[in-house]
């Protein structure tokens, strides 16, 4: 795994607001939020963060400082009954014959008493919407519908940098999603097995920063969650300016 400022900032976030789900609902907001983000923060801090310098931490730690502020003023579902799995990592087998399996880690489900069923929260730290066609949120309503017994009845975002409140979302033909998602994963154990990992793309973002760590410009900086081994990119030159979040 490559720590890097954003994604630093995305997992002090989300350990501060999924956190308040482990409380009783009338005593989660008792406390300020903040002192509790800078707390986690110090996880974070410098290298730890993939932070290079003083400046791009200060403003990355006070867009945090601000989302959990915000929803400490407008707590909204989060102030609500909540339903939690009892797993680290929720899974479930996707396909037995093919020994595929999905897993997830869902922010947030708000109990729904009216209708006894869920709402299902993932929480942005991020910038840029989320696309349409994403599977997320499908894959958080297959995990939710697998591993417990109430219906999924709304699902949503909720983009803690500019949003006050959730953005609700269209829940799609969930067998259709989870067919489309097992010919995905049947594809990617035909590449494993072969060992033939060919780029749709001919190459693209999403693989760059693991190249690097294989070609040696990484630093180990420790173990991190589910026991990956994390690494820090030192920024080239070209990119210095806009690691200034």
């Not at 299902?120 to 991020?126: L, N, P, V, Y």
Request: net charge negative.
């Amino acid at each position: 795994m490559v720590m890097s400022p954003q994604f630093a900032l995305g997992q002090a976030v989300h350990e501060v607001v999924e956190g308040l789900s482990l409380l009783p609902t009338k005593e989660r907001f008792n406390k300020k939020l903040v002192p509790e983000f800078e707390k986690v923060w110090e996880k974070f801090s410098g290298k730890n963060g993939g932070f290079f310098d003083i400046e791009t931490e200060f403003k990355v730690k006070e867009r945090g400082i601000a989302m959990v502020r915000r929803v400490e003023t407008n707590p909204g579902p989060l102030a609500n009954l909540a339903v939690k799995l009892n797993m680290d990592l929720p899974y479930y087998f996707l396909s037995e014959p093919d020994n595929i399996i999905l897993c997830g880690k869902i922010d947030w489900m708000e109990y729904l008493p009216e209708t006894d069923s869920l709402h299902i929260i993932d929480f942005k730290t991020g910038k840029v919407g989320e696309r349409d066609d994403s599977f997320q949120l499908p894959i958080y309503v297959l995990l939710a519908r697998n591993l417990q017994k109430r219906a999924v009845e709304k699902v949503s975002y909720w983009y803690l940098e500019y949003e006050d409140s959730v953005k609700e979302k269209e829940i799609p033909d969930i067998d259709l999603v989870e067919k489309e998602i097992l010919n995905v994963g049947k594809r990617m154990k035909a590449a494993r097995s072969l060992g033939r990992f060919d780029c749709p793309k001919g190459g693209c973002r999403y693989c760059e920063e693991m190249e690097r760590v294989v070609a040696g410009e990484a630093e180990y900086v420790g173990v991190g969650g589910f026991g990956k081994d994390v690494y820090v990119l030192r920024p080239r030159e070209t990119e210095v300016t806009s690691t200034i979040i």
